[in-house]
């Protein structure tokens, strides 16, 4: 991950194409560093191309001199005077070529070796090798494979002709990955004069611009070249530590010193300015309590502890930064790791062919592919025929109960000629369960600690059974109201994982037809009580997220909407919905959250109604949409505009995150085919090529990893469903006031020495965010998450509960 030092200054050299100037610029600016007294450190990740003519080497020829502490290495080293990709390929050592986490491991162990080294205020630059998007050693493009480390950047424009254009090219795709750009250097050519263009260019968009006066031509003869060459250096770097060179020094200083003053300033700003959602604020205690998050990249941030170590006197050779993995996936919005490359890059596509653009009765290309992918292809396939956007999943939500609200009304109210809203319509839901935190969606679950004054309650809701795993035994666990109707047994074992949700095995059990009992003679109590008048059936499928990760028996679920589906009344002959509408609130579990793409095939059911989001767009931006069975829009579907459903979101349809969606949806179904998922479903005895893999379920976590979290003397049941852990800490009090979970897990907020050196992009050690719902416990990897960081989360888990 990205490092910063207090007394060691770093920036990455890129260059806008090979034969810019790079090296002998990166030279300049170590010896105007080493002239001015400053330990200076080069380093040259990949040097291709013969030793006499290597980077390092002319490196430590110019930039030393008497006295002046000059450090130069490369780290690694190949003949052949090509890209380093194909230089790796041509070598006899091509076995021993880093894959991308290797090689900027190497790169971040340098950098922290060096800054164990350094006892004063020392600089670092790091010359890349050609263009921005020249191949590493892997093949991917060096502005990818150095963005984990996060470096401020130095960028060296290009002078030649057509050097405009590569200069800006290579700034917008620096830019669009994040990185810092402090300084801009090139050569002053007096018949393109490139620069005169570049400077005010760059200086609109606050980036200094350093022109410099270009070198000799190379000369033949290697003794007067390195003359010449000590000449040009002895003016660009001149004895004086006066000029060009020293103002930049001067400027990079400045801009090393003000990022670390931003980030130091920030925890006390932010507790001085910000009010943040599910947060007391009289429990943040210090400064030192607020996570400053400076970068993020794949399952980690990178956070600011300069804060912290002034706390506990950690001596200034650490790096200010760390990396911290995301163990919430960012609220359960992370599919694919942060700052993807390829979806930064498709919202910027979509922002600079559209922006945003009016939707009613209009379309656009990425909302078109977007609609037809769900609808036919994706979670709607078989049932769905429309497809309704909206802004996130609370606001999805509340188009899912207008939509189900209205279809019942219009099927069970009598024809009068002016319609009216209905005001006396209810919903049939699960307690526990939660769909977000508008006033309409929190109406539609019970009385509980996420409602507000102005909550009114408008359905019943039951209490499901749920799945565990007690001690190595899986078990569905029966409420109350229910085990009385189940000869008292509170607790019935299923098996396997895989028995308890082979639902179609489990549906002529004794136990599905306590749940066809129950849910039946429900139902009729509430038909009788007549207010309110239940008009859908809304369900969390399988998993109630903020509930408490509360794992619903999926039997009880299938049961339940086959009981409401046969009750009065009866669809039209046409065909359409029957009994109720039925709502499945996907946002959370969709898009294989829990190892499956949606959950009607396990169930065996489909919904009238669905709604989708969070992984959706991979976690960079807000979307949700809502998709509809076609009975469900006939509803709506008049002549008559009092009639239509009258909801929308200045954004709807937004054009940058329908197109994020479609390359987040392509991401996504490549890994569901991918090597590393078949490996995880081997573990748990899964073959994709049988039938039964498109409903079976298994995990990320591995099995060995839950047997032994189950039998912890801490934990009281545990629960995994593809990339979701959950489990239960033993607490008397329990419940999500309780701060057992926060307790028990504290010391994985801080890194430990004993983690592997590829535990983390860069090979630090990292600590782990997460959060708590009460006593449970849940933590949460992307769908990519290298099996190497599945071993280690898992590791620091177990440590951190065996020490309670």
Wanted: proline content about 6%; charged content about 20%; aromatic content about 8%.
């Amino acid at each position: 991950m990205s490092s910063l030092f207090k007394n060691l200054r770093i920036h990455q050299v890129f260059g806008a194409n090979t034969d810019v100037g790079k090296t002998i610029l990166t030279t300049a600016l170590v010896r105007a560093s080493a002239w001015k007294n400053i330990p200076v450190h080069y380093l040259k990740p990949v040097s291709t191309g013969p030793i006499e003519d290597a980077d390092d080497r002319h490196v430590n020829c110019f930039a030393h001199a008497q006295g002046k502490d000059v450090r130069a290495k490369c780290l690694f080293r190949f003949d052949e005077p090509v890209s380093p990709h194909l230089a790796a390929r041509l070598s006899n050592r091509q076995a021993d070529v880093p894959t991308d986490e290797a090689f900027v491991t190497a790169v971040a162990d340098s950098i922290r070796q060096t800054a164990h080294q350094t006892s004063r205020p020392s600089h670092m630059y790091i010359e890349t090798a050609g263009g921005i998007h020249s191949p590493t050693l892997s093949g991917t493009t060096q502005v990818d494979a150095y963005r984990p480390l996060f470096l401020p950047t130095v960028l060296v424009g290009d002078a030649h002709l057509g050097g405009i254009s590569t200069t800006i090219s290579s700034y917008e795709s620096l830019l669009l990955r994040g990185y810092i750009i402090d300084l801009v250097l090139l050569f002053k050519d007096a018949y393109y004069r490139n620069f005169e263009y570049l400077m005010p260019y760059f200086s609109e968009r606050g980036i200094r611009v350093l022109p410099l006066d270009p070198p000799h031509k190379r000369l033949a003869n290697p003794d007067e070249e390195r003359t010449e060459m000590g000449k040009y250096y002895s003016c660009l770097v001149p004895d004086s530590l006066q000029g060009g060179m020293f103002d930049a020094l001067e400027h990079l200083d400045q801009c090393h010193a003000k990022r670390v003053a931003e980030l130091d300033s920030m925890p006390q700003r932010t507790a001085d300015t910000i009010w943040w959602p599910f947060v007391q604020h009289g429990l943040v205690k210090a400064p030192s309590d607020i996570n400053v998050i400076d970068s993020a990249t794949k399952d980690f941030f990178s956070i600011y502890n300069g804060h912290k170590a002034k706390a506990t006197q950690e001596a200034p050779t650490a790096s200010l930064l760390e990396p911290q993995f995301d163990g919430s996936a960012s609220w359960w919005t992370q599919a694919i790791g942060h700052a993807h490359p390829s979806l930064t890059l498709a919202a910027a596509r979509a922002a600079g062919r559209y922006g945003h653009v009016m939707f009613p009765e209009a379309t656009h290309a990425p909302a078109l592919r977007l609609a037809e992918r769900l609808v036919h292809e994706g979670p709607g396939k078989g049932w769905a025929s429309r497809a309704f956007f909206s802004d996130d999943g609370s606001t999805g939500m509340e188009v899912a109960l207008k939509m189900a609200l209205r279809a019942y009304a219009s099927r069970n109210t009598a024809a009068k000629p002016e319609r009216k809203p209905r005001k006396d319509l209810g919903i049939l839901g699960l307690k526990g369960s939660y769909h977000g935190d508008t006033i309409g969606a929190m109406d539609a679950c019970e009385e509980g600690v996420y409602t507000c004054e102005w909550h009114d309650a408008k359905g019943y809701w039951l209490d499901p059974p749920t799945v565990s795993n007690k001690k190595g035994r899986v078990v569905v666990s029966l409420p109350q109201s229910m085990a009385s109707t189940a000869d008292g047994m509170s607790e019935v074992d299923v098996g396997s994982l895989q028995q308890a949700y082979d639902v179609q095995s489990r549906l002529e059990s004794p136990l599905a037809d306590v749940y066809r009992n129950f849910v039946a003679s429900t139902l009729k109590k509430l038909k009788e009580r007549g207010t309110p008048e239940i008009a859908a059936l809304v369900l969390e499928p399988l998993v109630m997220g903020a509930g408490g990760m509360i794992f619903v028996d999926p039997l009880f679920q299938r049961v339940l909407i086959d009981v409401v589906r046969a009750s009065e009344p009866h669809p039209p002959a046409k065909g359409g919905w029957s009994g109720l509408p039925v709502i499945f609130d996907e946002v959370f579990v969709g898009f294989y959250r829990l190892g499956l793409r949606t959950t009607g095939p396990l169930l065996g059911v489909n919904p009238d109604i669905s709604v989708h989001a969070k992984i959706l767009t991979g976690g960079l931006l807000p979307l949700a949409v809502t998709l509809a069975s076609d009975s469900i829009f006939q509803a709506f579907n008049s002549d008559s505009k009092l009639d239509a459903l009258l909801h929308g979101h200045s954004y709807t349809a937004y054009p940058v995150g329908c197109e994020v969606a479609n390359e987040t949806l392509s991401i996504v179904e490549k890994l569901a085919e991918s090597d590393q998922w078949d490996q995880a479903r081997a573990q748990w005895g899964i073959d994709k090529s049988e039938k039964r893999a498109e409903t079976a379920v298994w995990s990320l976590w591995t099995p060995d990893f839950i047997d032994k979290l189950t039998r912890l003397d801490a934990v009281d049941e545990v629960m995994t469903l593809g990339t979701v852990l959950a489990f239960k800490i033993r607490d008397n009090a329990g419940g999500y006031q309780s701060h057992s979970a926060q307790k028990v897990l504290q010391s994985l907020r801080l890194p430990t020495k004993e983690q592997t050196s590829s535990s983390a992009p860069g090979g630090a050690p990292f600590g782990m965010h997460y959060r708590t719902l009460g006593d449970v416990a849940y933590f949460m990897l992307s769908l990519n998450t290298s099996a190497t960081v599945v071993q280690t989360v898992q590791s620091r888990i177990l440590a951190a509960l065996q020490s309670n």
